[in-house]
């Protein structure tokens, strides 16, 4: 009992002592030249680098995070650099687990980043056409049919035409899980197709 009313003082002493109040006092920085570092525009001088620039060509055999080497899975390009990957690299399918989890999380990300112009049918008939812009070319002609896997990944990469460059935005491996899912649109929406050909 005695111990019970212990603990009960010393809470309610904790909590008094945690009122929130606001301090007066600066707060103590150990290293303050962090909060007074030099600022440069691109493309202006600097007098720290003996060549001038503030903008530093990158190290040589430096890879940025999250940049892959390999031009077919970071391009979607033959390492020749001849043309384009026919289909997803099997790395990258074997890494999602399997087709099967790759096409899921590509319908998720077809359905944030793609359904707006292309629709949910990969017919190019979005809500944005609604509101003015151009349509899309559909999923379901021969030309996007017989494209190579590779082609399509370049394209939601750097953009064509009036489509934007997702390659900034959306991650390699949710990149190729839309090519994937782009597919998928393509075989079980093949009846749409017909019906569109008429």
Not at 29 to 38: D, E, G, I, L, S
Not at 56 to 73: M, N, S, T, Y
Not at 166 to 188: C, E, F, H
Request: charged share 20%; proline share 8%.
């Amino acid at each position: 009992m005695k111990s019970l009313f212990v603990f009960g003082a010393l809470s309610a002493f904790a909590l008094l002592g945690c009122r929130g109040q606001t301090s007066e006092e600066a707060p103590i920085t150990p290293v303050r030249n962090m909060f007074h570092q030099p600022r440069y525009n691109m493309q202006s001088e600097s007098d720290f680098f003996p060549d001038k620039r503030t903008m530093r060509p990158r190290v040589e055999g430096a890879i940025g995070h999250g940049e892959q080497i390999d031009p077919r899975v970071g391009e979607g390009r033959l390492e020749d650099g001849s043309g384009y990957v026919l289909t997803i690299p099997e790395e990258l399918i074997r890494g999602a687990g399997g087709m099967e989890p790759l096409t899921a999380r590509g319908k998720d990300r077809f359905g944030i980043y793609c359904v707006p112009c292309h629709d949910g049918t990969g017919s190019g008939q979005g809500l944005v056409i609604k509101r003015g812009m151009l349509a899309p070319p559909t999923f379901h002609q021969d030309r996007l049919r017989r494209a190579p896997d590779g082609q399509i990944f370049a394209t939601i990469s750097n953009g064509i035409r009036n489509m934007p460059a997702y390659g900034p935005q959306v991650p390699i491996n949710d990149r190729w899980a839309i090519v994937a899912y782009v597919r998928a649109l393509q075989v079980s929406q093949a009846p749409l197709a017909a019906e569109m050909k008429k």
